[in-house]
C-alpha cells in the first residue's frame, strides 16, 4: 500500500514541476520581445500596457516557479489560476475576431484552458 502512495505522490510532484516549468518558461518568453506583448496588451485594450504586461507576465514567471518547487503552493496557484482566468477570457476572445483572424487566439485560449485545467488540479491539492 504504501507504494502505491509514493508512486502517487512521485507522479504529482512531476507534475507540478513540468506545469510550473510549462507556465514559467512560456511567461519569460514575453521578455524577449517585451515591445510586442506591451503592444498586444494595448491593442486588448489592456490600461498602462507598459505597466501591466511585464508585471503579468513576471508573476505568471513567478507563480509557475513557484508551483514547479512547491513553494507557497497556495498563492502560486491562486495566482496562476487568477492571471489565467483573466488572460484567456480578455486577450484570447477569438469568439471576436474576424473570421480568417481567429486561429492563432483560439489556439492561445485552448492551450491557457488546458493549463488552466492543470493549475485547478494543483490548487485543489495545495488546499489539502
Known sequence: ???????????????RIA????????????????????DYA??????????????????MVTAGIGIALWRLPRLATG??????S?????????WNDEEGERSGDRLAFFGNLAMLGGVLIALREAWR
Request: proline content about 4%.
Open 1 to 15: 500500500m504504501e507504494s502505491t502512495t509514493d508512486d502517487a505522490t512521485s507522479l504529482s510532484r512531476l507534475g
Open 19 to 38: 506545469l510550473g516549468l510549462g507556465l514559467a518558461l512560456q511567461a519569460s518568453e514575453d521578455f524577449r520581445d517585451i515591445e510586442g506583448t506591451i
Open 42 to 59: 494595448d491593442s486588448a485594450g489592456v490600461p498602462v500596457p507598459s505597466l501591466l504586461a511585464p508585471l503579468a507576465s513576471g508573476t
Open 79 to 84: 495566482a496562476a489560476a487568477t492571471f489565467l
Open 86 to 94: 483573466v488572460v484567456t477570457l480578455t486577450m484570447h476572445d477569438f
